[in-house]
């Protein structure tokens, strides 16, 4: 490799120790062997990285928290793979109410490093997702309904550009920018180096539940949580977790932010359906209440997973949950399921194309999932999840571009709606040669 540029920060090519932990990520089916990963230390080496690979004509990725679902997003083979997450600085104006973040931070320490402040920022259920990637793409999980999806709180990004120059995007300077990086996904147009959240005040306590039923009682719980959580309390994430038949747990879970009183009062349509086995209530102060919720989920695992997401209009009808109920008992993983947010609240006070996330009116999410360990299993289950997917496109719409699948051929207006042509457009302005591309990347407007 000749070039005018050197590489900076913590570098690791391929014979070089700790290259073998430095190319894992949380899903092994994503795992490959990039020629060099470099560990950012400050914007300034993101800087270098980039032009080192436009003057080495090397393929190049951007990667946070080494959470992305799909092969081939975060990490290359054969090419430089940007790794932020050493860059995690946490500065706080609590007059204001804004948080600078630098984009290496996992969602858990950055979220709990707020939370014995006082203040809360969106989360979704893993402390080891990079708040990176998790904000570009929408960011949601059990707070949204109240203080919106973790896009909406964005309001300043620094960024490298294609030619390695220093970007910032807020409401004065590359507004255009700004809008397309609250939700239109990470990667597509810079590598983000630090972010401007609004932050909000926590309440001191709050309140979370788990209910669990038999497994069988799945027909009957789906329905009910599906006419009941869009239209509860605003102040209500509610989740739902049905797993594999192998593994039988059917789950409820979510996080109020108010008392005990007003939650069991709340959940009384899910507690008189079926029977349940265990109900707990719990108030905690919000401090304990994140670490409770955001519990240790290490890199990396044993286990491969194939996603596929989309958004529920209506309940769904029997159709949809025999179909949901045939990949349940065909699907041997014991992490295999399908999972359900409710929507609403603040994410649907905001207009469709007020910001690049496009999605604001549906009732639900969902997601569903097939796990496994042995490789050799892995082309049954990318079979199931694409037949499910199939069978289900009459019972949903769209699909969340933080939860990629690559069978979605027409991505554009899956992940973002009418939002896609502006998106093309932000993307033409800011990287009109597309050196930051991957698979379902944003493709310049011609």
């Given at each position: 490799?000749?070039?005018?540029?050197?590489?900076?920060?913590?570098?690791?090519f391929?014979?070089?120790?700790?290259?073998?932990?430095?190319?894992?990520?949380?899903?092994?089916?994503?795992?490959?062997?990039?020629?060099?990963?470099?560990?950012?230390?400050?914007?300034?080496?993101?800087?270098?990285?980039?032009?080192?690979?436009?003057?080495?004509?090397?393929?190049?990725?951007?990667?946070g928290?080494?959470?992305?679902?799909?092969?081939?997003?975060?990490?290359?083979?054969?090419?430089?793979?940007i790794?932020?997450?050493?860059?995690t600085?946490?500065?706080?104006?609590?007059?204001?109410?804004?948080?600078?973040?630098?984009?290496?931070?996992?969602?858990?320490?950055?979220?709990?490093t707020?939370a014995?402040?006082?203040?809360m920022?969106?989360?979704?259920?893993?402390?080891?997702?990079?708040?990176?990637g998790?904000?570009?793409?929408?960011?949601?999980?059990?707070?949204?309904?109240?203080?919106g999806?973790?896009s909406?709180?964005?309001?300043?990004?620094?960024?490298?550009?294609?030619?390695?120059?220093?970007?910032?995007?807020?409401?004065?300077?590359?507004?255009?920018?700004?809008w397309?990086?609250?939700?239109?996904?990470?990667?597509?147009?810079?590598?983000?180096?630090?972010?401007?959240?609004?932050?909000h005040?926590?309440?001191?306590?709050?309140?979370m539940?788990?209910?669990?039923?038999?497994?069988?009682?799945?027909?009957?719980?789906?329905k009910?949580?599906?006419?009941?959580?869009?239209s509860?309390?605003?102040?209500?994430?509610?989740?739902?977790?049905?797993?594999?038949?192998?593994?039988?747990l059917l789950?409820?879970?979510?996080?109020?932010?108010?008392?005990?009183?007003?939650?069991?009062?709340?959940?009384?349509?899910?507690?008189?359906?079926?029977?349940?086995?265990?109900?707990?209530?719990?108030?905690?102060?919000w401090p304990?209440?994140?670490?409770?919720?955001?519990?240790?989920?290490?890199i990396?695992t044993?286990?491969?997973n194939?996603?596929s997401?989309?958004?529920?209009?209506?309940?769904?009808?029997?159709?949809?949950?025999?179909?949901?109920r045939?990949?349940?008992?065909?699907?041997?993983?014991?992490?295999?399921?399908?999972?359900?947010?409710?929507?609403?609240?603040?994410v649907?006070?905001?207009?469709?194309?007020?910001?690049a996330f496009?999605?604001?009116?549906?009732?639900?999410?969902?997601?569903?999932?097939?796990?496994?360990?042995?490789?050799?299993?892995?082309?049954?289950?990318?079979?199931?999840?694409?037949?499910?997917?199939e069978?289900?496109?009459p019972?949903?719409?769209?699909?969340?571009v933080?939860?990629?699948d690559?069978?979605?051929?027409?991505?554009?207006?899956a992940?973002?709606?009418?939002?896609?042509?502006?998106?093309r457009?932000?993307?033409?302005?800011?990287?009109?040669?597309?050196?930051?591309?991957?698979?379902?990347?944003?493709?310049p407007a011609?």
């Open positions: 490799m000749n070039s005018k540029t050197q590489l900076t920060g913590r570098v690791i391929r014979d070089d120790p700790g290259y073998e932990k430095a190319r894992l990520n949380w899903n092994p089916y994503t795992n490959t062997f990039p020629l060099v990963i470099v560990f950012a230390q400050n914007h300034k080496d993101v800087s270098n990285a980039i032009r080192w690979a436009r003057e080495n004509n090397v393929p190049l990725r951007a990667r928290g080494r959470h992305a679902l799909e092969r081939d997003m975060s990490v290359v083979k054969d090419g430089i793979v790794d932020v997450s050493e860059m600085r946490v500065r706080l104006n609590s007059r204001e109410e804004i948080a600078l973040v630098e984009t290496g931070n996992d969602v858990g320490p950055a979220v709990k707020l014995k402040k006082g203040f920022t969106p989360f979704g259920d893993s402390p080891t997702v990079g708040i990176a998790l904000t570009l793409g929408g960011g949601i999980g059990p707070i949204q309904r109240t203080i999806l973790a909406d709180n964005l309001i300043g990004v620094k960024m490298v550009d294609a030619q390695g120059r220093t970007l910032i995007a807020d409401e004065n300077n590359n507004s255009d920018l700004l397309a990086s609250r939700g239109g996904g990470g990667g597509n147009f810079g590598i983000a180096t630090e972010y401007k959240l609004k932050v005040r926590a309440p001191a306590k709050a309140t539940y788990d209910i669990i039923w038999p497994w069988e009682q799945m027909e009957e719980v789906v009910v949580w599906q006419r009941w959580a869009p509860v309390d605003d102040r209500l994430g509610a989740i739902l977790e049905v797993f594999s038949r192998t593994n039988g789950h409820a879970t979510g996080l109020f932010l108010g008392s005990k009183a007003e939650l069991t009062d709340l959940l009384e349509p899910l507690l008189t359906t079926g029977t349940p086995t265990e109900i707990n209530i719990q108030a905690l102060p304990a209440l994140v670490d409770k919720w955001l519990a240790p989920d290490p990396p044993d286990m491969s194939k996603f997401s989309s958004w529920g209009f209506e309940p769904f009808p029997n159709e949809a949950i025999k179909i949901m045939r990949f349940l008992e065909e699907a041997t993983g014991t992490e295999s399921n399908f999972f359900f947010l409710n929507w609403g609240g603040a649907s006070r905001i207009s469709p194309n007020a910001t496009f999605w604001r009116d549906p009732k639900f999410y969902f997601e569903f999932s097939a796990t496994w360990t042995d490789p050799s299993e892995a082309q049954r289950n990318l079979a199931l999840v694409e037949r499910t997917r069978m289900m496109k019972f949903a719409k769209g699909s969340y933080n939860v990629p690559f069978n979605i051929e027409n991505f554009g207006p992940y973002y709606g009418r939002n896609f042509d502006r998106l457009k932000v993307k033409a302005k800011y990287d009109p040669m597309n050196v930051f591309h991957y698979p379902q990347s944003i493709p011609h």
